[in-house]
């Protein structure tokens, strides 16, 4: 099971860190991935990590301002978003792909879990 914390309302330029929690699993040769969805939109890849190699993968939307990074004492996943702009306002979504280490990080059709989701709104 995956828990998605740490969503909010955040005004521009803004920002907030994103938790995904892991209860039932302990991350081993997986990938973790973030994603977003907002209204009427696909959901879409933001980033990604491969947990044994630390790999890490962003959407080119957020690159540089975005950071995942991981905490493997707490098995937890965490993504760090700095510089918020309105365009980022979704519901965000943590996945893992069950020892996917070598599957692209960046589709979703790869994912086997996902948490609920958190919102991220970002007013102008």
């Known amino acids: 099971q995956l828990v998605e914390s740490g969503g909010g309302l955040v005004q521009v330029g803004g920002s907030l860190r994103l938790s995904c929690a892991a209860s039932g699993r302990t991350f081993s040769n997986d990938n973790i991935g973030w994603f977003r969805q907002a209204p009427g939109k696909e959901r879409e890849f933001v980033a990604g990590i491969r947990w044994r190699a630390r790999t890490t993968f962003y959407a080119d939307s957020v690159k540089g301002r975005f950071a995942i990074s991981k905490d493997s004492a707490k098995n937890t996943v965490y993504l760090q978003m700095d510089g918020l702009k309105p365009d980022d306002t979704a519901v965000y979504y943590c996945?893992?792909?069950?020892?996917?280490?070598?599957?692209?990080?960046?589709?979703?059709?790869?994912?086997?879990?996902w948490g609920p989701g958190t919102q991220v709104t970002v007013s102008s």
């Open positions: 996945a893992v792909d069950a020892g996917g280490i070598l599957s692209s990080i960046r589709d979703p059709k790869n994912y086997d879990y």
